[in-house]
């Protein structure tokens, strides 16, 4: 709604799933932050129990991620193969660097480019509702509430 804050807040880590607006459209955005002011991005690879249908019919790669980040999972579509990072990529001041954790099927930083910290909304720690389209959208009860960290 707005890009107004009333406190600065808490400088985002390395690994925090935050909340943003999009610097290509204003779109709200959910993403992995992966690289801080001065870093240089790079990445990994990672294992997850259950997938939709839908994803599961483009046989995907799930990996683990780990490294600089807390650990975590990452999904791979062979049939939707993007590039990994365009070379080392060193994040300039006052701007941070983010992926989605569905890493062929996500509008990041490789293609919306470094996320002003003025467009940093929060950071992400729970899922409040799910819902399952293989199953007509019904919530998936079990996982409300559930940390969004393992």
Do not use: W
Not at 29 to 41: C, H, M
Not at 56 to 65: A, M, Q, T
Not at 92 to 110: E, K, Q
């Amino acid at each position: 709604m707005t890009c107004i804050h009333l406190t600065h807040g808490e400088n985002p880590a390395p690994g925090d799933i935050i909340v943003f607006d999009s610097p290509s459209d204003g779109t709200s955005l959910v993403k992995r932050l992966i690289a801080i002011p001065g870093d240089t991005a790079a990445g990994n690879r990672a294992e997850l129990s259950t997938l939709l249908n839908a994803t599961r019919s483009h046989d995907p790669s799930v990996l683990r991620e780990s490294g600089a980040l807390p650990a975590h999972d990452i999904l791979l579509l062979p049939t939707r193969r993007h590039s990994d990072l365009v070379g080392p990529v060193t994040v300039p001041a006052g701007m941070y660097f983010v992926l989605g954790d569905n890493r062929d099927n996500s509008s990041d930083s490789r293609y919306i480019g470094f996320v002003p910290r003025r467009n940093i909304v929060g950071r992400a720690t729970r899922v409040v509702v799910s819902l399952n389209p293989d199953r007509y959208y019904l919530p998936r009860t079990q996982r409300a509430f559930q940390s969004l960290y393992q």
